[in-house]
């Protein structure tokens, strides 16, 4: 089955630098990768996803990109913010299902004021 | 994006006894799906929930353990069944969202047994 890699499990980084995380994938057959956010004592919030027929994906500070052939993606968050202080989940899913979903064992990012 | 109501928010539960978690959205969806967050890990799907038929549940999951109910398109239940101290965790329903490609997240039931 699908085996869902991410990188690194904590990120610690300055208040208005870029933080990057990456994950990789298992499956050939994964077509849907989201990225979700949570923060303590809530449910995960997606924050953007990428199918596998587009290779970057941007909204505002954010930007997910994705190379099939290597069967990684990566999540980019640009001028980071104390708010932006979370845990970051990426999956990774071969349809439009919640069965089939395969989370990421997560990244904090701590962001320093 | 739909907004889910999950309840109770957290329990503190007796090991042996059973916990019944409700998840309430606020439009019909065809289905709906329970996650276990283990402390400090990822999710992992426990079952999927279509109204009118048998929940799905995946490997390592039993509906003795974790049976659900879904009796219309906007609410599901999951009920921890004989708990032990392992099944300390957050739970979490899920539904996909129609207004977007995504999937939304109840806010999740923190259980802790003792």
């Known amino acids: 089955g699908e085996n869902v890699e991410q990188h690194p499990s904590t990120l610690s980084v300055q208040e208005g630098d870029s933080a990057v995380i990456k994950c990789t994938y298992s499956d050939s057959a994964s077509n849907y990768f989201p990225w979700y956010k949570q923060e303590l004592g809530k449910g995960p919030q997606l924050i953007i996803d990428i199918r596998s027929n587009v290779g970057e994906k941007k909204d505002q500070r954010i930007a997910v990109t994705l190379n099939k052939t290597a069967k990684h993606f990566s999540l980019h968050i640009t001028e980071t913010q104390p708010e932006d202080s979370a845990v970051y989940f990426c999956?990774?899913?071969?349809?439009?299902?919640?069965?089939?979903?395969?989370f990421g064992p997560g990244t904090r990012l701590s962001v320093l004021p | 994006s739909a907004v889910i109501s999950q309840k109770p928010s957290r329990d503190i539960c007796q090991r042996g006894t059973s916990l019944t978690i409700q998840c309430q959205v606020d439009s019909q969806v065809t289905m709906m799906f329970w996650y276990r967050q283990q402390p400090g890990q990822s999710l992992t799907l426990i079952a999927t929930a279509n109204q009118g038929s048998e929940a799905t549940y995946e490997s390592g999951f039993v509906i003795d353990k974790f049976p659900i109910s879904r009796p219309n398109l906007t609410f599901s239940t999951l009920t921890v069944s004989n708990m032990s101290p392992e099944d300390s965790s957050i739970y979490l329903c899920?539904?996909?969202?129609?207004?977007?490609?995504?999937?939304?997240f109840g806010s999740g039931t923190r259980l802790t047994v003792v």
């Open positions: 899920s539904v996909e969202d129609q207004g977007s490609s995504g999937y939304t």
């Open positions: 999956a990774a899913s071969k349809g439009n299902y919640g069965q089939n979903f395969v």
